[in-house]
């Protein structure tokens, strides 16, 4: 049945070129020996020629040789009788089954031609039957295909050479191009059933190797291209494969085509991963590579970060030069950074810093802490501060902010002492006492009277052993003591008046009084004179051997005290006035600390009266208290954080935290005022602005000494700044609100 299809088709194509019944006989009774024929002939793609005929008819019997020469590009790949026009109506009488075409020639190497040749020696079976004088020849001549091939992650491809020696084979050979399109034969083509037209099928005819032996591996053909796989065992060697064309169902060897293909080894790529602890960026080129490439590492540091160095963790390497051949595998390499670490210069200005007080650097991420007062001394001066700058121009330096880089010199300020000289006049007339520097002398004072004695001079000691000299430079605080000597007669007596100390606050308010040397059984008053924001606290009056004497508050706010021999001590202290907020209670723990805020300017509260207790505290307010609670200084540069506007409120004390190492944001762009405060930042933003390292440790369960909050918990409980929560906890993911807030600044800045 394939047989019978293929002729049908066969007579279908020949039937698409030639005219029917192109010659018939004369006359009737044609024998072998007077009928003639003709040879008619298509070749697709390419042109055909009869040796004997070439469209004439010839003697039957006679032997064809047919020449078939294709289009440029394309070799001749089959031919095969076609049958004659009236096969469709009786196949058994029209279908020359007895007659062979023989291919007698390979494809001129030039030309590409193929030679065929046949003999008719079909019988005649009917005479003077027109319809069976003439014979149907069908060629097809085919692009020249390219053969791919794949192995691994390489490949590559074989081309058939040219039969013409001069065309370059076309890569591909798709059905269509090798059969044409089925659509070309309508109105021609007779058969119903056009899956029945001629297609290409390959067959593989060998594979071998250099030597002739057999050798592994596939060849596919998907309709577009033809693919061969080779074997492991292929690589590195040279293969032939010769495949052979068969077109339809004709069954006759078509010519075959043979390709030399050179299967290279395949090439095994390897990756390369880089991984960095986040203080920097690292990268390989190339990121994947063969074994023996070169792969050039490039680290790239953070601000004050250095690379370090290359850690492998997988991968048989040696990095040399941030360099290094790929071995036969997967590589993995850290790229590992460390903070940079920088000088630091301590100009004490004659001072003396404490043993393991020094610093001489300080490393980035970190900071350090200067020395503090209680860590510096020099004679006759007190420490004031660290500069930057030996001019003390600005703020004075506390630490060096985790965020800094570069060498730093700081100078240390120093204030000389001034010392309190004492006149004891022993009941003599008062002498008013001196402040003199460290290193002056004391200004010898009028000598003072007392009736009935003659003044012999001042002396060191209440003995009265020791003249003092007036030559000497003051060291420390001294007193000084009246020697008298009695006169021999009497004379008229003048009582003795007495200057009181007057002691009140740093701050909140002044004080006078109405007799500034009053003798004894005067009545001195006292008033007190309170800032805004403060009332007054406490007066007491001592006398010179420290008992209280009585003190009468007057109804004009004014106090009185009866003045008794010898000096006397006025101590006048305020307090915070109640700042009039609604919701802040006397009986609330945080009522004393509200109205010291309040006093110092440091919060007025959230308006209409309220302080808003129980509100979360944000970052941006518990900076700005802490600036106001300083004495709002003006910082050098405003803070470059994405998120806090020059005109904020918070703007300064933002820019004034980070010059002082108070706070570095939440990153290197971004502050985050908004956020809610917690217990551990609010104590470590107070340790950092007023604090220092303790020796004892913070015990809470929930603080891990390895937490950047650690020193600042152990600080805020030695100094009474907070004890935590309850139950062994601190509480350092805790909001905090902003009672809490100013409780805790109110408590750090109590001595």
């Known amino acids: 049945m394939k047989k019978l299809l293929s002729l049908l088709l066969s007579l279908a194509l020949c039937l698409s070129i030639l005219p029917t019944a192109a010659f018939a006989a004369e006359g009737s009774g044609n024998t072998a020996s007077t009928k003639k024929i003709s040879v008619r002939m298509n070749a697709k793609n390419g042109k055909s020629t009869d040796s004997v005929s070439d469209g004439v008819s010839t003697a039957y019997g006679t032997t064809?040789?047919?020449?078939?020469?294709?289009?440029?590009?394309?070799?001749?790949?089959?031919?095969y009788f076609a049958g004659t026009d009236y096969y469709k109506?009786?196949?058994?009488?029209?279908?020359?089954?007895?007659?062979?075409?023989?291919?007698?020639s390979e494809a001129d190497p030039q030309t590409g031609a193929v030679q065929y040749q046949f003999t008719a020696t079909e019988v005649i079976p009917i005479s003077n039957d027109p319809n069976y004088d003439y014979i149907c020849l069908y060629f097809h001549c085919a692009k020249l295909p390219t053969l791919?091939?794949?192995?691994?992650?390489?490949?590559?491809?074989?081309?058939?050479?040219?039969?013409?020696?001069?065309?370059?084979?076309?890569?591909?050979?798709?059905?269509?191009?090798?059969?044409?399109?089925?659509?070309?034969?309508?109105?021609?083509?007779?058969?119903?059933?056009?899956?029945?037209?001629?297609?290409?099928?390959?067959?593989?005819?060998?594979?071998t190797d250099k030597e002739g032996n057999t050798a592994g591996g596939t060849v596919a053909f998907d309709n577009?291209?033809?693919?061969?796989?080779?074997?492991?065992?292929?690589?590195?060697?040279?293969?032939?494969?010769?495949?052979r064309p068969k077109l339809g169902y004709i069954d006759t060897e078509n010519t075959p085509l043979s390709f030399n293909i050179t299967v290279e080894k395949p090439v095994i790529k390897h990756n390369v991963t880089i991984t960095t602890d986040d203080h920097g960026s690292a990268s390989a080129s190339p990121t994947v590579g063969a074994k023996g490439a070169t792969i050039q590492l490039t680290a790239v540091p953070n601000e004050g970060y250095r690379f370090n160095t290359w850690q492998v963790t997988s991968g048989d390497i040696t990095i040399t030069n941030n360099a290094f051949r790929m071995p036969d595998s997967d590589v993995s390499i850290n790229a590992i950074f460390e903070a940079n670490t920088y000088n630091v210069t301590l100009n004490a200005d004659g001072g003396t810093i404490a043993e393991e007080k020094n610093i001489t650097n300080y490393t980035y991420g970190v900071g350090a802490t200067l020395p503090t007062k209680d860590d510096m001394t020099r004679e006759g001066y007190t420490f004031d501060g660290w500069y930057d700058n030996n001019d003390f121009s600005g703020s004075s330096v506390t630490t060096i902010s985790p965020t800094d880089t570069g060498a730093k010199t700081f100078y240390a300020k120093w204030t000389i002492n001034s010392y309190s000289v004492t006149f004891?006049?022993?009941?003599?007339?008062?002498?008013?006492?001196?402040?003199?520097?460290?290193?002056?002398?004391?200004?010898?004072?009028?000598?003072?009277?007392?009736?009935?004695?003659?003044?012999?001079?001042?002396?060191?000691?209440?003995?009265?052993?020791?003249?003092?000299?007036?030559?000497?430079?003051?060291?420390?605080?001294?007193?000084?003591?009246?020697?008298?000597?009695?006169n021999s007669s009497g004379g008229s007596y003048t009582p003795p008046t007495y200057k009181p100390t007057i002691n009140q606050s740093d701050e909140g308010g002044t004080v006078s009084v109405d007799k500034t040397n009053p003798k004894k059984g005067?009545?001195?008053?006292?008033?007190?004179?309170?800032?805004?924001?403060?009332?007054?606290?406490e007066i007491t009056v001592t006398d010179r051997n420290g008992d209280e004497v009585e003190v009468t508050k007057n109804t004009d706010g004014s106090y009185s005290f009866k003045q008794p021999a010898g000096k006397v001590t006025i101590a006048v202290s305020y307090i915070p006035a109640d700042a009039g907020l609604s919701d802040v209670h006397s009986d609330s723990y945080y009522y004393d600390a509200v109205n010291w805020a309040a006093a110092k300017g440091i919060t007025g509260g959230?308006?209409?009266?309220?302080?808003?207790?129980?509100?979360?505290?944000?970052?941006?307010?518990?900076?700005?208290?802490?600036?106001?609670?300083?004495?709002?200084?003006?910082?050098?540069?405003?803070?470059?954080?994405?998120?806090?506007?020059?005109?904020?409120?918070?703007?300064?004390?933002?820019?004034?935290?980070?010059?002082?190492?108070i706070t570095v944001g939440t990153s290197s762009t971004t502050f985050s005022p908004d956020d809610t405060c917690t217990r551990a930042q609010s104590v470590t933003f107070l340790f950092r602005a007023l604090g220092k390292l303790v020796d004892s440790k913070a015990k809470f369960s929930d603080v891990p000494t390895?937490?950047?909050?650690?020193?600042?918990?152990?600080?805020?409980?030695?100094?009474?700044?907070t004890n935590g929560i309850g139950n062994n906890l601190f509480g350092p993911d805790n909001s905090c609100t902003r009672a809490q807030i100013v409780t805790f600044l109110f408590r750090a800045y109590q001595d």
């Open 64 to 79: 064809h040789t047919l020449t078939v020469t294709p289009q440029t590009g394309r070799y001749v790949i089959a031919g």
């Open 89 to 104: 109506t009786n196949p058994a009488k029209y279908q020359y089954n007895k007659m062979t075409l023989h291919k007698i």
């Open 148 to 207: 791919l091939w794949t192995l691994g992650n390489i490949s590559g491809e074989a081309t058939a050479p040219s039969t013409d020696g001069n065309t370059v084979a076309i890569p591909y050979v798709s059905q269509k191009e090798l059969c044409g399109d089925p659509n070309e034969y309508t109105g021609y083509y007779s058969l119903a059933d056009k899956k029945d037209r001629p297609y290409l099928e390959w067959q593989v005819i060998s594979i």
């Open 224 to 243: 577009n291209h033809l693919t061969y796989t080779p074997t492991a065992d292929e690589a590195g060697k040279t293969v032939t494969i010769t495949i």
């Open 424 to 486: 004891n006049s022993n009941d003599g007339s008062d002498i008013d006492s001196q402040t003199v520097d460290y290193g002056d002398t004391v200004a010898e004072p009028t000598a003072p009277t007392k009736n009935g004695y003659t003044f012999a001079g001042w002396y060191s000691d209440e003995g009265l052993v020791s003249a003092y000299d007036f030559s000497t430079t003051v060291t420390s605080d001294i007193t000084l003591y009246a020697k008298w000597t009695k």
């Open 522 to 537: 005067d009545t001195v008053t006292i008033t007190p004179n309170p800032d805004a924001g403060y009332e007054v606290g």
């Open 606 to 661: 959230i308006g209409n009266g309220l302080f808003g207790p129980n509100q979360p505290c944000t970052r941006a307010q518990i900076v700005t208290f802490l600036w106001r609670a300083a004495g709002s200084p003006e910082p050098k540069t405003m803070s470059s954080f994405s998120d806090v506007s020059a005109d904020s409120y918070y703007a300064k004390a933002v820019a004034w935290a980070v010059e002082n190492g």
């Open 706 to 721: 390895d937490s950047y909050y650690a020193n600042a918990v152990a600080w805020a409980v030695e100094n009474g700044v």
